[in-house]
Each structure stands twice: as C-alpha cells, then as structure tokens.
C-alpha cells in the first residue's frame, strides 16, 4: 500500500476513534445525568459494572493521553552540532544554560571560562573564570546557570564553592563574587522564586538560597539523604528537580518536601542520571549518561524516549521555548541540539518569559550580560 494512503487512512481512523468516544461519551452523560438525579437508587446497574466502567474508563484515558503526547513530540531529530568553544585541548562540554533570548551558557570539564553562544552555535561572548587582581587564580566551572538579576553564576567543585558574575563594578571587566563555601557542588539552578539551586554531590544535599544586593546568602534551606545529586533544575510552577548518580531523579515541591520519585511513579528504570530540565508543559526530561539516552516523563502519560541513538556521554541539559532540546555531549566534546516537539503550544507570556528559564525578567542592555569579549 502507498505510505502517504496507509497514513492518511490511519490519520482518518484515529480521528474518528476519538470523535466517537466524544460523541458517545457526551450522550451518555446527557442521558444519565437526569436518570441519577431523579432517582433514589441506581436502576439496573449492578456496583460491579460500575468499578469495570471506571478501570475501563481510567485505562482509556491514559491511552488518549499517550497518544497525544506521541503525537506532539518526536525522536532522534537531531538538527545540528556545536562544537566546544573552548577547543580540544580541554575535557569535553558538561554544564548548560539557554537563557530567556535564546542564547546558551556553556562551561567544559577543566577548562576556566564560560561561553555565551547563539542559538546557532556561534561565540557571543567569552567569560574568563580567574579571580579579580594581579595574578588571580583561575578555577573551574562544573555547571552553569543565570540569576534572576542576569549574572552568571556556576559550581566550582575544586574550590567548593558558587560564583557569580557582578558586571556592576568599578573594574571595567567586572569581577565574580564567591558567594559561601558548599562541600562538593556540581549542579547549579535557579528556581522561579529566584533562588539559587545546588546540588552537593559528596554530602548527598541540595541547597537552596537567595542572594541580597551585597551577595549575601539569606533564607538559605537545605535537602538532605539524597545519592550523589548531579544536576538540579526549576520547576517552572515551584520546587525542583534534581538527578541521582545511583538511578533515581526526585522531584521537590517548593516547600523543600518530596513530592516523588521518577522511578517509582513511572516505573521507569535509570541507568545513571544526568543533566534534567523541565519545560512550561511541567515535563521532566532526563539525559541518562549509562543508556545514552534522553527521556520525557510528561504529567499525564507513559514516559517517552526523545533520543535514542546519536549520544556517547550525555552530561548537562536545557530545553528551549522553540521545541529544541540542547544535550551537553561530554564524549563527543559537543553541544547536539534535538528538535523534540512537533509544534510547540502558544503560551502567551509576559514579555521575555522562557520555558527553560521561568525566572529570570531583567536583561541587561545590548544583550544577554556585558561580559568582555575573548
């Protein structure tokens, strides 16, 4: 049979499957409800017709929702490649950012500098990461993130320490600001409250922080028991999300409580968890570095796998408002950007408001920060 027949035919039997679920649905309802309320009992229908009707009616809702997400998304579209624009030299990309215009933030293993890319892969902007004055230390970026203020700050393992870019100094460079001592971080965020995400790997925590005008920590919460946290992301509607080494990712409301376990709602099975993020739609997506894979676990619906060849070793992840996925390709030494939806939803937002960064709603003049050029 001709494809584009078979599909089109297809096409026109799924569309008529759930019209006529529609449309036998709402007579029914329309000719029970009166039937219900006029009656004392419950006519002939016996009570387990009516716990058969609701498990049939449960199963069937979570086949329509399955479809429509398989509809909406797609696999393995690879559209382009990025390479580290630090070079060979150094340890392959890790840490990623796509900021409110599209632009992206990328640190790589062992190498002391932030880069500010288009979307398109082109250099922006160069961050060295050296501390300020005469024969200043450099140190090493493990991830990477944007403050609700617009300035950058990243995880230094080696240090164990945040830093963040103030721009607004007397130094005509700018310079970064240490911001506490954090036993082990490796993944950074920052949640839609504007606070600052850590995930502290060796000490098994995430902590929580905003900084006040003078970078200093204030309403500072921390998470404990947790496996060798990797990589932390916001929830857009509150909380966040943060990766296990040990095969688990876990979801936390605002309020710092868990809310659940991917494993264990899902019945989803991890190799070893890495980067995560988390679109407008409130879909989690996790990069699993052992299976070389990409994950979605939408709210309603059967997990669905977005990338199933093409990776060596994912790290670092971000989602962008246009339906394109950015994985940090720690063994290929690359940036792999995946178109994953379809046809994005039109989400009226205020103006700036991103998917892959809910938060942040100041920009600095001339573009994303007034970072010198390398």
Sequence with gaps: MDYTLETSQLKQKLLKSIYNLQLKSFTTLQSASPLLHSQRGMGMVAQH???QLADKAKSLCEDLDNIKNLLHYCQDDLVRQIPNPTGSHYGGVSGIHCSLDGSIYVTAESAPWVHVLSSTGHTLQSLPCQQTGKGGSIFLPEDVTVTRMGMV???DMVNEAIWVFNPHTSLSKGEWIKIGKVGSPRGIGVDSMGKILVADYAQGQVHSFALDHAFRT???HTVSNLQGPRYVSPVPSGGFVVS????DVKVFMSSCKLLCSLSSKYGHQFGNPAGVCVDMDGSILVADEQRRTVHLFPEHGAPICL?????????????SSSGHLFVADTGENCVKVF???VRPPYRPTKAGASCADPNQTHRWRGGVVPLQPR
Excluded: I
């Design 244 to 247: 296990e080494e040990c095969g």
């Design 218 to 220: 204030l309403n500072a």
């Design 339 to 341: 178109k994953y939806c």
């Design 49 to 51: 017709q009516v716990h």
């Design 307 to 319: 990338v199933s060849t093409g990776l060596r070793r994912p790290a670092g992840m971000a989602c």
């Design 153 to 155: 700050a990243v995880a």
